[in-house]
């Protein structure tokens, strides 16, 4: 168990819906980082967060969206979907004071299925 | 541009075997090289890392991994295989901005490993 939970677990949906899933980092972490896995583009970085404030921006589609609240807990947002989209979405946390690249915790993922 | 390639997609190794798993980055600066492994159904959990000093690494689950230079490389090892190593494994290369704390991860399309009895 890393210490970061990711809900819900599994979703499934309409092409044209809009999804939102949650991540609770690991207790004190201050960084979240949102992946995207499928299986033809691999993993891919989307987003991170750092104590609230965006801090890098990766593949991420101007239909999706993320922020990170007081709690520090995250979301990230799905819209417009479409079949495409469908893919495992992992969210990472890593401690505070890091500015190399660290080791990433990561949840289980949620694995969004549109249809 | 920064870049992880692990040309191996699938392999199949007996139980006992040795294993290499092969992973080649593209990155200007020092790399900062990771590990990971994912088990059906989990999240990806690191095997091990490089930042600097020792070029040869040890990890958990008696994985190791060693960096070279010169070929820009970074090969996890392992004398012998388990059944329970079965999963998928990813190279990462680690990009930094140090004016602003952000780092992330760029991952290669990963390594599924098979274990015959």
């Known amino acids: 168990d890393s210490g970061v939970t990711q809900t819900p677990k599994h979703l499934i949906t309409a092409t044209g819906q809009r999804v939102t899933l949650r991540c609770s980092p690991r207790?004190?972490?201050?960084?979240v980082y949102w992946y995207q896995q499928s299986l033809d583009q691999g993993l891919q970085f989307l987003i991170q967060?750092?104590?609230?404030?965006?801090?890098a921006k990766g593949n991420i589609l101007e239909r999706f969206s993320a922020q990170q609240f007081p709690d520090l807990h995250s979301e990230l947002n799905l819209s417009s979907l479409e079949l495409g989209d469908s893919a495992l979405y992992f969210c990472?946390?890593?401690?505070?004071?890091?500015?190399?690249?660290?080791?990433?915790?990561f949840g289980e993922g949620s694995r969004l299925t549109v249809l | 541009a920064q870049s992880v390639t692990q040309p191996d997609i699938h392999i199949t190794v007996s139980e006992g075997a040795s294993l290499e798993l092969r992973c080649n980055y593209s990155y200007g600066a020092t790399p900062y090289l990771f590990w990971y492994v994912q088990s059906p159904g989990q999240g990806l959990q690191l095997l091990l890392k490089?930042?600097?000093?020792?070029?040869l690494v040890q990890g958990i689950k008696g994985f190791e991994a060693e960096f070279k230079r010169s070929q820009s490389s970074f090969n996890l090892r392992k004398p012998s295989v388990h059944w329970s190593d079965a999963a998928e494994y990813f190279c990462?290369?680690?990009?930094?901005?140090?004016?602003?704390?952000?780092?992330?991860?760029?991952f290669g399309t990963g390594t599924l490993l098979a274990v015959q009895p």
């Open positions: 990472a946390s890593s401690p505070p004071g890091y500015y190399l690249p660290g080791e990433l915790f």
């Open positions: 967060y750092y104590n609230g404030e965006e801090r």
């Open positions: 990462a290369v680690g990009v930094s901005d140090y004016g602003g704390a952000t780092n992330k991860l760029i």
């Open positions: 207790s004190g972490d201050l960084s």
């Open positions: 490089y930042f600097s000093g020792d070029t």
